[in-house]
Structures are given as C-alpha cells and as structure tokens.
C-alpha cells in the first residue's frame, strides 16, 4: 500500500523532514507525562476526513492500511455524548489523526475564549501527538459572541496580517504546538486591501513564523470565481511553509459562480496543482476533503488511490529534482579548488 512506500521516501530522501521535526521540538516537551504522548508524527501521503457516516465502515476495518492519516475537526466531537467520543478514542488508536479546528476565528477582533482553548487543547493532546501541528482557517468566524458558522475573508491590510498573526502566536502558546493557517475560499473582498491574497498571507505566516495548509482547491476555486492565476498565486507565497494540503470538489452554483461545497470528486486542475506543489516540496500530509454527498467509503477509498497516483507521480519528480541538485552540488565540490569559498556551499 502507498503508505509504505512514501513512509521509506520520507525517510530516505526528504531534507525538509528535519526541518517539520524542528516545527514540533519547539513545543514537544510540554506535553510529556500525556498518556498519548507516544503517538507518532502525521505520516506524508493520503489522508481522509473523518465523517459520522464514514464510521461504521472505518470501524470494520475497511480503510486499514488504505489511507495515511484520519483528519477530524475537535468541535465535532469536544462535548459529544452517546457512543461517539468511544467509538472515536477506538479509532485514534489505529490511525494517525490530524486535526483540523472550524472556530479560532483568527481572523476576529474578539478575545480568544480560555474555555475553548481549554478543551481544543485536551483534545489535542489526548489524540494527536506532541508537538503536532493544529491547523484553522485565516478568516473570522463570528462577532460579539455569536457564531455565523461560515468562514468569512479578513481584509488584506497590512493592520489585519499585524493582528491575526498575534493571534496565531497567542494560539500556538496556548495548544503549546505549532499552528498551520489555511487559506480560504472567498467569495468577496471585505473592506479595501492594500495587498493581494499571497502578499497577505506571506505577510502572516511571516509575522507568525508559522507553517500553511495549502488547500489547493480553494486557490482553484477563488481562480474560478475572481480570475486569478493559480500557478502565480502559488509562485508567491512561501512554499517551504507548508506542512499539509487540502484537495477537495467544488460545485457550480451558475454561469458565473463556483462554490465550495466539498461535495463532488476532486477536479483535475486540483490534482495538477497538488502535483505541482508537491513536485516543488516534497512529500507533505494530503488530505481529501468531503463533507457533502457523502459517498460509499469503498468510493472515497478510490478516490484516494487515484489522488495518490498522481501525488507518488509527483514525489518521484520532486525525487529526481533532489537528485540533480545533489549531483550538481557533488559535482561542484569536486571541480572547486582546495580553499575555495564554494568547495563546501
Ligand atoms: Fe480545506
């Protein structure tokens, strides 16, 4: 299965390894003494979103050893009652688990609430191991105390990138873990920007100096919907920041707009820009999102292994990449003369 080959890729060939290691060392000692605190790492490869409807076939063992990791939003199962939070502590014994948080609201002007964060990061702690990272949106998501249940775009100010990257330290202090940021899907632009969507979340992840959840689907739908260019999008934002992706299917509301509904199978413009990142980055943690028409699972399971055809596809072209630049660089000590500045470069 495609778990083991990318598992050994992983090790053998990925230079960045050490440094997603170094992301976790930064916070991994704060949470020894949890009794799940020897849960490995988010292994690279295809993972899936954990859905109720999903469960009854994840628990009769039909997704074993046919997926890299299970991705599950914490507010979905933080004060569940019934059978769920067992059935669910079952399953995070068997599969790698990423968690992916709905309401930060990064993007918000209010206080973070100490309860939530309380609670998010018991959670974590319980089910993901230490020093993994936690992702949410980079959006706000709700105002004087209210919820609107939708992610919502924050202005591109300087002021704005300022504010919400306090606001993504102050998380990551308080989860003691690394905190991704997932650039979302729009619909609008709120207010007047000063920059442009990359230069706003280059700005962030650098004020923050924290890692990107690239959801390639939203880069394609917001290129569908407002016509920019999703390569250049992609070309400028700094990409030895991103530490997961995100693959999903839109939904075509009219002859103008699309929507992000993860409803429908991935497109392939998704999967040509997810080789592409990763032919650039490496092996990296994909997960296949589906929230809406929700299929078989033997469905999803055959999405996933057609998505990791060609994510092994582009691993094999970021491996010869790697190559070439290795030999180049061997060849280069080799020509340099004893004492040269480049004969250790
Ligand atoms: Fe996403």
Redesign the pocket.
Known sequence: MFLVSDASTRRVIDPTAAALAADGDRFRGSVAGISMASRPPLPSGIGLGLRVKLLPAIERGEADGQIAFLEVSPENHIHRRGGLPTRFARLAERFAIST?GLTMSLGGHEPFDPEYFAELKDFLDRYSAPGQWHSDHLCFGGVDGRAFHDLLPVPFTEACARRVAARVREAQDRLERPMLV?NISYYLELGASEFDEPEFITQVLERADCGL?L?V??IHVNALNHGVDPYDWLARVPLERVRQL?V?GPDRWDETLWVDTHGSPVRAEVKDLMAWVIERIGPRPV?L?RDKNIPPLAELLAEARSLDAVYQLAVERWRARVNDVEGARAGARVRAPEGSVHAHV
């Open positions: 992916h997932e959840l959801d689907n939203n995100h999903a997960l999102e």
